[in-house]
Nanobody, 115 residues
Framework: QVQLVESGGGLVQPGGSLRLSCVAS????????TGWYRQAPGKQRELVAF???????DYANSVKGRFAISRDNAKNTVYLQMNSLKPEDTAVYYC?????????WGQGTQVTVSS
């Protein structure tokens, strides 16, 4: 079984930055993509960004130009650099690893953007 552990969340003022990390307990085989989702109170979980096994990336329109997803395969780690944060970015952020057979999720890390 693979465990995904997120870190890097916290409280930040509007306009600030955070970098989230997602570490996998071991190399995930047959992975299709790794992504970051978020869920704000009272809202559905939404896809924020993903990076495919081939290195392609895509982003939700609401974060394009502000967030950047990257990975370090040697460390089994995926990052989400979040810049120019807005109050509406406040949510629990979850890491997801999608394979051809299974779907892995982390426990989430809270991001709060507030003055």
């Amino acid at each position: 079984q693979v465990q995904l552990v997120e870190s890097g969340g916290g409280l930040v003022q509007p306009g600030g930055s955070l970098r989230l990390s997602c570490v996998a307990s071991r190399t995930i085989f047959s992975i299709i993509r790794t992504g970051w989702y978020r869920q704000a109170p009272g809202k559905q979980r939404e896809l924020v960004a993903f990076i495919t096994s081939g290195g392609s990336t895509d982003y939700a329109n609401s974060v394009k130009g502000r967030f950047a997803i990257s990975r370090d395969n040697a460390k089994n780690t995926v990052y989400l650099q979040m810049n120019s944060l807005k109050p509406e970015d406040t949510a629990v952020y979850y890491c997801n690893a999608l394979t051809s057979v299974l779907d892995f999720w982390g426990q989430g890390t809270q991001v709060t953007v507030s003055s």
